[in-house]
């Protein structure tokens, strides 16, 4: 059984309009999405802004009002509050924030801001508490003068790693990373990315890592889904997605993705404009008359596509006759 099992998640925002201000219409933020996160892995959740995957995982932690579908945690439905309090939910379940400074209360010392989980939840001592905090600190490489300073006195960097040690102050089993490192400077991303690595051999965490950037889910996932107008367009392990791709959203997704080696950029350049020219071409063939993305079709045990299935079978052919 699986850590997290999502299944047919939908979450849909109501439109109002009139005297009476009634709801005449909803829009789809996430519509009808299902994925697993087993124990100890890092899944990844990409797409491009307004697709719905920080919904998704703001759904997953309890922030936004499940309109239907399942989100099982040990095999008990916690969209029912009843569940949520039974199994500690709370307690195992976390988030990093995209914005580091404004999730960080800026009249609150890193001291109190850490802290704040252990006190809902662990009940330490005075000094046990301090030397809790004390640890996370050394765990994400801060010092211990940060403890009586203020968001504002840190970088984007160092708040977003104050971020990490306060979502892993109570040794949850899952953490929601939304665009954790979005950001941050390249060399900032890298010192973050290494931090949450390095937590997870220790403490056996589970990661849904949320981006928009597929050089950086490279970097940090094994399992990948790829998300586009509230639905999911491909799921596969990162050798799928990554040399294997089958939709043509992945495509342009991984088209974009920046060439560092300068002989390649033209070369690099000219095969992004193909995909976008394919993209023009083709794009009914890959979303329905409402331009929502098909249902998911396997094509491998491990690699799903959003296209009819003929299609999909047919595209999955013409893969496998050109790896062979």
């Known amino acids: 059984m699986s850590l997290v099992e999502i299944k047919d998640l939908k979450v849909h925002y109501p439109i109002r309009s009139g005297f009476w201000n009634r709801v005449t219409d909803e829009v789809p933020a996430v519509d009808g999405i299902t994925f697993n996160i087993e124990a100890g892995e890092t899944y990844g959740l ?24 399942s989100i099982l945690y040990n095999g008990q439905d916690i969209t029912k509050k009843e569940n949520r309090r039974k199994l500690d939910y709370n307690h195992d379940v976390q988030m990093i924030f995209q914005d580091s400074l404004s999730s960080l209360n800026p009249r609150k010392r890193i001291e109190d801001i850490i802290a704040e989980p252990l006190r809902n ?9 301090k030397l809790r905090v004390l640890q996370l600190l050394d765990i994400v490489g801060l010092d211990a003068d940060a403890l009586y300073k203020y968001p504002h006195q840190f970088s984007g960097g160092q708040r977003q790693r104050i971020g990490v040690a306060r979502a892993v102050a109570t040794n ?21 990315l290494n931090f949450m690595k390095k937590i997870q051999r220790e403490f056996g965490i589970s990661y849904l890592f949320i981006s928009h950037d597929l050089g950086v889910v490279r970097h940090m996932c094994n399992n990948i889904a790829i998300m586009n ?9 990162r050798d799928d997605i990554y040399n294997h791709p089958l939709h043509i959203y992945t495509k342009r997704l991984l088209a974009a993705i920046p060439e560092t080696n300068v002989n390649q950029r033209a070369a690099h350049r000219a095969s992004r404009l193909a995909v976008e020219e394919v993209y023009r071409e083709q794009q009914d063939k890959y979303y329905d008359s409402e331009g929502k993305a098909y249902p998911l079709v396997a094509v491998s045990p491990t690699h799903q596509v959003a296209l009819p299935e003929a299609i999909a079978k047919q595209l999955a052919q013409q893969e496998s006759e050109v790896q062979a």
């Open 121 to 129: 939840f662990e009940h330490l001592s005075k000094e046990d508490e």
């Open 46 to 69: 990409v797409g491009e802004s307004g697709s719905g995957k920080s919904t998704t995982g703001k759904s997953v932690v309890g922030l936004e009002k499940v309109t239907s579908g």
């Open 229 to 237: 107008r509230g639905r999911l367009v491909e799921i596969g392990t």
């Open 172 to 192: 949850p089993k899952l953490i929601i990373a939304d665009e954790p490192v979005s950001a941050l400077d390249l060399s900032v991303q890298a010192q973050v």
